[in-house]
């Protein structure tokens, strides 16, 4: 009996714990786990009058699943890296199934433009992807869908704004 009784506390312990770790709501908001599902942060990007919403991407684990294994992205829509320091920041096109244009943002302006990024080939092994970055250090990287940066005509020196 005391078996069963010492199993079935520590039962109910670890459904417990599932609970409070699996829960988006509960889950300290310091916990950047990987495997754990992401809560992602909108804001509204503003660059030369051109509007989209982004998610925002500024833990590790948010960074390093980007956009890979989505199969599409609205035109208004992308992902917003935002980093804590200047510098140059390495990126690769792993897991995407679509062309994407970089937008390097050095605090509240565009400093490069990576366009048309290509996505993967079917069965391109992971070393064999490319690493892109920008040619000045950075802060922040919008990643859209290709070719809609020449559609807008998003340049060096455009103004960034972000709002929630």
């Not at 804590?84 to 679509?98: A, C, E, H, I, Q």
């Amino acid at each position: 009996m005391k078996k069963f009784l010492v199993q079935f506390i520590l039962l109910i312990m670890v459904i417990a714990g599932s609970l409070y770790f699996f829960s988006p709501t509960s889950r300290p908001s310091n916990l950047d786990l990987p495997f754990l599902p992401q809560k992602t942060t909108p804001a509204k990007l503003d660059i030369s009058g051109h509007t989209f919403k982004v998610e925002i991407a500024d833990t590790q684990s948010k960074r390093s699943k980007g956009l890979g294994g989505r199969s599409n992205l609205a035109e208004d829509q992308g992902m917003l890296f935002v980093f804590d320091r200047v510098d140059k920041y390495p990126f690769w096109m792993k897991g995407l199934k679509f062309p994407l244009d970089f937008i390097w943002i050095k605090g509240d302006s565009i400093v490069d433009i990576l366009p048309n990024i290509p996505p993967p080939k079917d069965g391109q092994s992971d070393e064999s992807l490319p690493i892109y970055q920008s040619r000045v250090e950075i802060d922040k990287v919008l990643e859209i869908n290709g070719g809609v940066a020449e559609k807008l005509g998003l340049k060096i020196g455009d103004t960034v704004k972000t709002s929630p």
